[in-house]
């Protein structure tokens, strides 16, 4: 599935720190880490931009088994208010894990099966090079998707 969304010069790259710090989530009570302002905003739906006043504060719950996504105080945003389909939460389809170059795990368990070997980590890193990725916002998580990658290949190595 292609995500077409524009993104501003400034918000290319993957090279902003993330905000410092830690919350336990509402839902899960895991512990989840501070996201970009400019993520959130890039990710939310009109209407669930249309109930916040500002965007800076929140944090991404990755626990695949919890509903929220992302958390502020009392407010929690879930996959309802995501334009994109969160890949890391149960049940995610498309189970999306590079949203820059379209990597899901549903893509990487094809080529695993079809050749025994998947591409996908030589594809993302030469597509970081030239044309560049956007995970600051694109991938829920505000962060580089190299490590969730790695994580699924391994799983679906397992499972293969």
């Not at 292609?2 to 993104?7: E, Q």
């Not at 149960?90 to 549903?106: D, M, N, Q």
Request: hydrophobic share 30%; net charge positive.
């Amino acid at each position: 599935m292609l995500y077409s969304f524009s993104v501003t010069k400034e918000e290319q790259g993957c090279c902003t720190p993330q905000p410092k710090g830690k919350a336990a989530c509402p839902e899960c009570g895991e512990k989840a880490k501070g996201v970009l302002g400019k993520t959130v905003r890039h990710l939310l739906k009109d209407e669930a931009k249309s109930k916040l006043s500002y965007f800076d504060g929140f944090y991404y719950c990755k626990t695949t088994t919890c509903k929220v996504v992302y958390f502020r105080g009392d407010e929690i945003l879930t996959q309802k208010d995501m334009r994109v389909v969160v890949g890391l939460k149960e049940g995610a389809k498309p189970a999306t894990v590079c949203y820059c170059f379209e990597w899901s795990k549903e893509k990487i368990k094809a080529e695993l099966e079809a050749t025994g070997k998947t591409t996908a980590l030589e594809d993302i890193k030469a597509k970081m090079e030239n044309p560049g990725c956007s995970c600051e916002v694109l991938n829920p998580s505000g962060g580089c998707c190299l490590g969730d990658v790695s994580k699924a290949i391994k799983e679906l190595e397992l499972l293969g």
